[in-house]
């Protein structure tokens, strides 16, 4: 079945970078829009970026301007370039492909990011 494995989180100052990736397998990855979700502890899991197939890109207010998504479609993977990260940026963070509005697979298993000084 589809495997989505979410890396390269980790705890950083307040300021700081991280750079998330997410690796696809067994699907067509280039034929899928994707996504990057966070979920903090008690609260619902919400929308961070998009991109499309052909690149097109788009953001969550709270992140604009200090993330960036992109996708390497050749590794079937997206990244999540994270910059001037706050406190409150501090969730799991999931990718997935996306319809729409609609989540294409199962989640994968996450990666913890916790801004923290």
């Known amino acids: 079945q589809v495997q989505l494995v979410e890396s390269g989180g980790g705890l950083v100052q307040p300021g700081g970078s991280l750079r998330l990736s997410c690796a696809a397998s067994r699907i067509i990855f280039s034929i899928y829009d994707m996504g990057w979700y966070r979920q903090a502890p008690g609260k619902q899991r919400e929308w961070v970026a998009t991109i499309t197939t052909g690149g097109r890109t788009n953001y969550a207010d709270s992140v604009k301007d200090r993330f960036t998504i992109s996708r390497d479609n050749a590794e079937g993977t997206v990244y999540l370039q994270m910059n001037s990260l706050k406190p409150e940026d501090s969730a799991v963070y999931y990718c997935?492909?996306?319809?729409?509005?609609?989540?294409?697979?199962?989640w994968g298993q996450g990666t913890q990011v916790t801004v923290s000084s």
């Open positions: 997935n492909a996306v319809a729409g509005m609609t989540i294409m697979f199962p």
